[in-house]
């Protein structure tokens, strides 16, 4: 099992902010910005680059719930950023797509 397959079924124990049955979204342990919330599908796919047509619907509500997380979370007037790290040049640890976002303060860009 992934480490986001452990969370989702209740193994490691996390902030949770928001749960469906298809996705889990919870606070980063190792936060990079004042609000660092991962949102995850419980269905593995590793990563952005290994997804099929097949996976357009689960992606489509992985990209949805980012607003509605960024509402419960209190940045979606200030603004934030919905990254995607696939592979080793982009930093990627952990081999279960998600959707990292991240706000509550000023973002620099471009990115390191
Ligand atoms: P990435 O580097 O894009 O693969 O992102 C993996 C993210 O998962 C990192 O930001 C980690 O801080 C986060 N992470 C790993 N394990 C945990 C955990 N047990 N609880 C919360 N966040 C975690």
Not at 26 to 55: C, K
Not at 76 to 91: K, L
């Amino acid at each position: 099992m992934t480490i986001f397959e452990k969370i989702a079924a209740g193994q490691i124990s996390v902030r949770m902010i928001h749960e469906t049955a298809e996705l889990i979204a919870f606070h980063d342990g190792n936060p990079q910005a004042p609000v660092h919330a991962l949102i995850v599908p419980r269905r593995v796919i590793a990563r952005i680059g290994e997804a099929t047509p097949g996976d357009a619907e689960l992606l489509g509500k992985l990209l949805l719930a980012a607003p509605e997380v960024a509402r419960l979370l209190g940045v979606a007037e200030s603004g934030y950023r919905v990254v995607i790290n696939n592979g080793r040049d982009a930093g990627e640890t952990v081999p279960h797509l998600h959707v990292h976002l991240l706000g509550g303060r000023s973002l620099q860009w471009p990115p390191g």
